[in-house]
């Protein structure tokens, strides 16, 4: 086994270049400061030896950190990522760079990661939140590390969060079921503890109960948000009598959705819209190039982790004049092929 070889120290630099250890650091934090024939110099002694320098521990002496942290909910969901990216890209542009990670929906993973930002120092952080997780918010500001919730409104004034209204997105998903003529409505999402599935059940259901008797809202829970939860779940329903089928589908995500459309089209029994008429949530860029182009509720997910950052850099760099805003974004109606009779 081959021994690790030391890293490069700045000193080493300062050897190599036949400067001082105060003109290296000038180089790297001033360089104006610094004549070009000497800067031409370290920077080639920095690039044979490879140095690379502890940027946590000259942000941990200079009081300001330039990183920030974000935690979401699954990375392995497009949303998700379109989110991130739009955190990342936008914090880019203002000297911030972003770490993510992801809780997976677990309460001890999130905790861990929360955890490790406050012991890097970070900025500030970016949470979806799996749970009531205020005490661990309040004990990060504490420390000087400004938070954002995100994906889901915070429920006090301890801190800003942005999110989309679900209540709303998921009655106009129903009622956009309920237009084209759809009465026995299955409402597909899980778990139900989730906070978004929860709120966007509640829409739905509020959505039948305005329409009247003649309209049934089921609710089938599945064991995740993931394409394979809604295979498992068209597989269900395929293999029930026609009569017992629901005849139309409002899936929590666009992931169980596509999920669905493919049990379905492996039974070939099934035909979207015509049998089952069925709508997803997120409008994910899936949803359009699926099979059976997907009708979904849109959520901005770009804009929701720009504006996050907004708000963080905000509280950051203005603590003093900062009032915290709860940002609610309204969900937008994409009708596809999948509802479109």
Excluded: W
């Amino acid at each position: 086994m081959a021994t690790a070889k030391p890293r490069p120290s700045i000193q080493d630099v300062a050897r190599l270049a036949g400067v001082s250890l105060g003109t290296v650091s000038n180089v790297l934090n001033n360089p104006n400061m610094v004549k070009p024939a000497t800067a031409e110099k370290v920077s080639r002694a920095i690039e044979q030896l490879g140095f690379v320098r502890n940027d946590a521990a000259r942000q941990l002496k200079a009081g300001k950190s330039q990183t920030l942290g974000m935690i979401v909910f699954d990375a392995g969901n497009p949303f998700f990522a379109e989110m991130a990216r739009g955190a990342e890209d936008h914090s880019a542009e203002r000297g911030y760079s972003v770490l993510l990670g992801n809780s997976d929906n677990k309460y001890d993973r999130e905790k861990k990661y929360l955890q490790l930002f406050d012991e890097q120092r970070v900025a500030g952080v970016l949470v979806s939140p799996t749970n009531d997780i205020y005490d661990q918010i309040t004990e990060l500001r504490s420390h000087g590390t400004q938070t954002v919730v995100i994906d889901r409104k915070a429920d006090s004034d301890r801190c800003c969060s942005v999110s989309v209204d679900d209540f709303a997105g998921g009655k106009t998903a129903v009622e956009h079921l309920l237009s084209i003529g759809r009465r026995k409505i299955a409402f597909v999402g899980g778990p139900i503890t989730i906070q978004q599935v929860a709120d966007r059940l509640a829409g739905a259901m509020a959505a039948v109960n305005e329409f009247g008797p003649a309209a049934t809202l089921s609710v089938i829970e599945s064991s995740a948000q993931t394409v394979i939860a809604g295979r498992n779940v068209g597989q269900a329903i395929a293999q029930r009598a026609a009569a017992d089928r629901p005849d139309a589908i409002f899936a929590a995500n666009d992931l169980l959705a596509m999920g669905i459309v493919q049990a379905f089209m492996f039974n070939n029994e099934i035909a979207i819209p015509q049998d089952v008429a069925l709508i997803g949530y997120d409008d994910i860029d899936f949803a359009e190039a699926a099979v059976v182009p997907l009708s979904s509720i849109r959520q901005p997910a770009r804009l929701i982790g720009e504006t996050a950052i907004e708000l963080v850099l905000s509280e950051i760099n203005e603590p003093q004049g900062h009032v915290h805003q709860q940002v609610t974004y309204q969900p937008e109606l994409v009708v596809r092929a999948s509802t479109r009779v």
